[in-house]
Every structure is written in structure tokens, then in C-alpha cells.
């Protein structure tokens, strides 16, 4: 994205916008980020980068992450996976060969 360093937010794209919110998001090293679809706007390629880089980032700098996501093919990344169904909470974990 450095080609666009001098752009306005409407002059970017939603998956560069996209990422300038979750490297914003970043910049401070909080200990929680709350990530609310934070590949909603991404390709399936860029959506799994970018959620296999929170991923390391969790553990590389204990960074504990909640993500919201309806894109189930980005669950195998997820430590434990909560779904709410009919007013019920289902904790799980994913299976290891669960990402698609």
C-alpha cells in the first residue's frame, strides 16, 4: 500500500481500507483487539494472511483477540470458536485441518 501513502480514504479501495483499520488497530501493541469482520471487504487469500498474522501476533506478543467473523473457512485460525444459535452459547475448538 505505499503507492497509496498520500491517498484519501475515499480514494482506496474497502479490502485497503480494510487493512489500514487492523494496522491502525495495531499500532498502539494493545493487549486485546477486538476485531469485529475484520476480513469482510478482503479476498479469501488477503482474508487468510491477515488472520494468520493476528495469529502469530497473539503469540508472539500475548495478544489476546476476538474476532467476529461469518466467514467460517477462517475458524481453523481460532483458538476456541463461541457460536450463538437460537440464544444459546456453543463453545468449540476447531479441528486441525479445518482451515479451507
Do not use: W
Not at 11 to 24: C, H, K, M, P, T
Not at 43 to 56: D, F, T, Y
Not at 77 to 90: T, V
Amino acid at each position: 500500500m505505499e503507492e497509496k501513502f498520500a491517498a484519501k480514504p475515499s480514494e482506496l479501495s474497502g479490502g485497503q481500507n480494510q487493512r489500514v483499520a487492523i494496522a491502525r488497530a495495531l499500532a498502539n501493541s494493545p493487549q486485546i483487539i477486538l476485531a469485529d469482520e475484520p476480513t469482510a471487504a478482503l479476498n479469501i487469500e488477503l482474508a487468510h494472511s491477515v488472520v494468520k498474522m493476528l495469529k502469530e501476533l497473539a503469540k508472539s506478543q500475548q495478544v489476546a483477540i476476538i474476532m467476529v467473523t461469518h466467514d467460517e473457512r477462517l475458524l481453523g485460525y481460532c483458538d476456541k470458536i463461541l457460536n450463538i444459535a437460537e440464544g444459546k452459547i456453543e463453545v468449540t475448538a476447531p479441528s486441525e485441518n479445518e482451515v479451507i
